[in-house]
């Protein structure tokens, strides 16, 4: 039998760290303070630092087993070569469905910077039509489109932070107490999240130059990007606030910006989140588009869903019915409230990841096996933090997923021979 289409090898070292970075750096950073803040108190930045350090413990988990698997897929082909295909259809599966869901609130996010009062679904819906285009053009316009993107995302924080350091200062908040463990997990749950698009680099590992080398420089490097971006804008926002303003503020960033009396710092926070929300939507798009390719190579998905493009050398298929997919939810459902089960679906993903890359053969290990227990540990206790309603919904949807490809293998398996044992020759 023929080998499937290839994808073309066609992103160096700068292109996958900017297709990190500009998944990582997403519409959370303009929101995610807030509800942290809510949870973690004065220990936001502690938050922070738990959330970054779990999120390293994955980043060099799907770091390593990119390299040994330079294939599309992402943690789906990893759990299959590395665990067995039930656990790479869990890993897929998960994260199929909830970053498609996650695409869809992210063009409703962009709308709702972007769109006049009543415009948001068209805008949305183009948006989607649009990114959906220009992945379809290949993984180069895909990522010079997200580096332009992340130009502009930076810019605007860095006039945020400008902003925020400028004005008067909180009002010296009370000496903070212990942290509460608890609430300092919370936090941390919340800002996991904002790091998440670092595997955006393996998903695309079929159309990274010399990915042995490129995918884990690159992953890495993001990572410690946005970590030190996240750190900057944290601390200023919280300079400029203080704890209990800044957990009050749905729009934290705005409200911190503000603080300095610059009429125009509204306008240009509306374009920063804008922005990021078309870089994290084109970078989901290509990613569930890579993975939805892989699980179609294995019938873990339709295979028609595998044809790759003869002259962009993308899936176009796969990126076909992903957009279809988001711009039926975008003009059908209101996604803003219903996506709890995406962060489920996430750490499940990255569990299987630890979980592969723990059971690597030594030769193909790059990082301590602490490393993948450590990242292991963190996600389940990032789990248990989740609201109860999103880990159920996260778990139901997974299940009825299990129970599909069950079924269907079910189906597809040929019944024995007459009078001759299951599994005989």
Request: net charge positive; proline share 7%.
């Amino acid at each position: 039998m023929a080998p499937p289409p290839a994808l073309a090898r066609r992103l160096g070292l700068g292109d996958a760290v900017g297709l990190g970075l500009g998944s990582m750096l997403g519409a959370g950073v303009f929101a995610a303070f807030g509800p942290a803040t809510a949870a973690a108190g004065p220990w936001v930045l502690l938050s922070l630092l738990l959330a970054a350090v779990v999120a390293w413990c994955n980043a060099t988990s799907t770091a390593q087993l990119a390299a040994a698997h330079p294939l599309s897929g992402g943690v789906y082909l990893y759990g299959r070569e590395e665990l067995g295909p039930w656990w790479g259809f869990v890993a897929g599966w998960g994260f199929v469905v909830g970053k498609t869901a996650s695409c869809a609130a992210v063009a409703t996010t962009f709308a709702a910077y972007a769109a006049p009062a009543g415009g948001e679904r068209p805008t949305a819906a183009a948006a989607v039509v649009a990114l959906t285009a220009v992945n379809l053009g290949g993984i180069t316009r895909t990522a010079r489109l997200t580096r332009v993107l992340l130009v502009v995302t930076l810019l605007a924080l860095t006039v945020v932070v400008v902003a925020a350091v400028s004005g008067p200062p909180a009002a010296p908040a009370e000496p903070a107490t212990a942290p509460d463990l608890l609430g300092v997990l919370q936090g941390a749950g919340l800002l996991f999240f904002a790091f998440a698009g670092y595997a955006r680099v393996a998903t695309l590992g079929e159309e990274v130059r010399d990915p042995e080398r490129t995918i884990p420089r690159a992953v890495t490097t993001a990572l410690v990007a946005a970590v030190v971006v996240y750190a900057v804008v944290g601390a200023a926002a919280l300079t400029a606030l203080g704890p209990a303003a800044l957990a009050d503020r749905s729009a934290p960033l705005a409200a911190a910006a503000a603080t300095a009396g610059w009429p125009w710092t509204g306008a240009v926070v509306r374009v920063g989140a804008a922005a990021v929300a078309l870089g994290v939507l084109l970078a989901l798009v290509a990613g569930v588009g890579r993975t939805a390719l892989a699980m179609a190579r294995h019938g873990d998905l339709p295979r028609s869903l595998a044809a790759v493009h003869p002259r962009s050398a993308v899936p176009h298929r796969a990126e076909l019915a992903v957009g279809a997919v988001v711009l039926a939810l975008v003009l059908t459902v209101d996604l803003r409230t219903a996506i709890g089960f995406s962060s489920c679906g996430v750490l499940v993903y990255y569990l299987v990841a630890n979980v592969a890359a723990w059971r690597q053969a030594p030769d193909r290990r790059r990082y301590p096996r602490a490393l993948p227990v450590a990242g292991a540990v963190g996600c389940v206790a990032l789990v248990l933090t989740l609201p109860a309603r999103a880990v159920v919904t996260g778990l139901l949807v997974l299940l009825l997923g299990v129970a599909g490809r069950a079924l269907l293998t079910r189906r597809a398996t040929p019944p024995p021979t007459p009078g001759r044992p299951r599994g005989t020759r």
